[in-house]
């Protein structure tokens, strides 16, 4: 994959991910005028990681760095593999969060985590670590 890939692929999940945080920030907010417990679920964190991964590990060495040393070459495809993970468990965990999958059963209020969304945020950056190591070394 070239930069230029890299770089639009970042693109798309950092726009994905700064309009998500603007819309749950401001879902928040609205909650705390109501009187509400407010909080960042553990999904979110998966959201803002992926998009300051496709900002700083992506974006910034294409646009900002004149060269890059070898190992540093796969950085961009390294932090887009990675950030593409993070999103994708975003999106389990946020679901997961909001009992629309993996606790249907549970009652009462919400927990932060819900026991779902833990194992899914938790397995998300295990594996975004794992796939972001494995193609910077060029195993991948």
């Known amino acids: 994959m070239n930069d230029s890939i890299a770089a639009d692929i970042a693109a798309i999940i950092a726009g994905f991910g700064s309009a998500m945080l603007f819309f749950r920030i401001e879902r928040e907010l609205r909650i705390s005028e ?3 417990v407010t909080w960042i679920p553990w999904a979110d964190w998966l959201l803002i990681a992926g998009t300051l ?3 700083l590990l992506v974006i910034f060495p294409i646009v900002g760095l004149k060269s890059r040393p070898s190992m540093l070459a796969s950085l961009p495809m390294a932090g887009c593999a990675a950030a593409s993970i993070m999103v994708a ?3 389990l965990g946020i679901l997961a969060h909001y009992r629309l999958i993996f606790g249907k059963g549970r009652t009462g209020p919400r927990d932060n985590p819900e026991p779902a969304e833990r194992w899914i945020v938790i397995l ?3 594996f ?3 796939v972001f190591l494995l193609v910077l070394l060029g195993i991948l």
């Open 89 to 91: 468990g975003y999106i």
């Open 34 to 36: 109501e009187g509400e």
């Open 53 to 55: 991964v496709s900002l």
């Open 124 to 126: 998300s950056v295990v």
């Open 128 to 130: 975004a670590v794992a």
